[in-house]
């Protein structure tokens, strides 16, 4: 039971160019987020998902799409990189409202 | 507009010196409390969940309280393996799906 994993652990990009962070649950939760975190700022929220097929924004979601096409995967795409994007983005699930929220390693990004 | 406010930002500490770090929030509705732990370059690691006002909650030295308007976490006698830093967030009844975070209580324990 590998719980959340996160895909890459750590990138660095150019301005401009794109990618996807992959998140994968193996504990069959329904809700899913994305969130980063910066010095001084907390964990922000950028979209969630509380099931397959369905996304949400939240706190901070410019610059940023996201897809679930399955229940256990949750992509976060950048399609044009910006330096205020370099960020680490942690990655979480739960199994229904209410309940424990876990964390993913999460994914340390560097927008030069 | 929901809020939750960790104090202190930071707090370090001698090793056996007891302390708490405190949750505080102004929510619509609250449903439950977490806490959390997160180490450098890790993600965040749950703690405990609190539900409802008077409710109490431990593990080893921590132990974690829950009033109207704020929760308390208690550090019993730390040690240097205490280090980190702790994040409380809530979730709030008929809201949308989501946590709201606060920004964190930076923890240094010094042996």
């Known amino acids: 039971n590998a719980g959340v994993t996160q895909t890459p652990k750590f990138r660095v990009l150019k301005t401009g160019q794109s990618m996807t962070l992959l998140c994968a649950q193996d504990?069959?939760?329904?809700?899913m987020y994305w969130y980063r975190q910066d010095p001084g700022m907390g964990l922000r929220l950028i979209h969630y998902s509380v099931g397959e097929g369905t996304t949400a924004k939240g706190e901070v979601p410019d610059g940023y799409n996201v897809s679930r096409l399955k229940k256990q995967n949750f992509l976060l795409g950048l399609e044009s990189a910006a330096p205020s994007q370099t960020s680490v983005y942690f990655c979480?699930?739960?199994?229904?409202?209410?309940?424990?929220?876990?964390f993913g390693p999460g994914t340390r990004l560097l927008v030069l | 507009e929901d809020q939750v406010t960790q104090s202190p930002e930071a707090l370090r500490l001698q090793e056996g010196e007891s302390s708490s770090l405190n949750c505080s929030y102004t929510v619509s509705g609250l449903r439950g409390l977490f806490w959390y732990r997160q180490d450098p370059g890790k993600g965040p690691e749950f703690l405990f969940t609190?539900?409802?006002a008077g409710e109490e909650k431990e593990k080893e030295r921590l132990k974690a309280t829950l009033t109207k308007k704020e929760s308390f976490l208690h550090i019993t006698a730390p040690k240097p393996e205490d280090s980190a830093t702790y994040l409380c967030a809530v979730f709030i009844r008929g809201g949308s799906e989501k946590l709201v975070f606060g920004k964190g209580t930076k923890l240094t324990v010094n042996p």
């Open positions: 504990m069959n939760h329904e809700y």
């Open positions: 979480a699930s739960i199994r229904t409202w209410g309940e424990t929220q876990y």
């Open positions: 609190l539900y409802s």
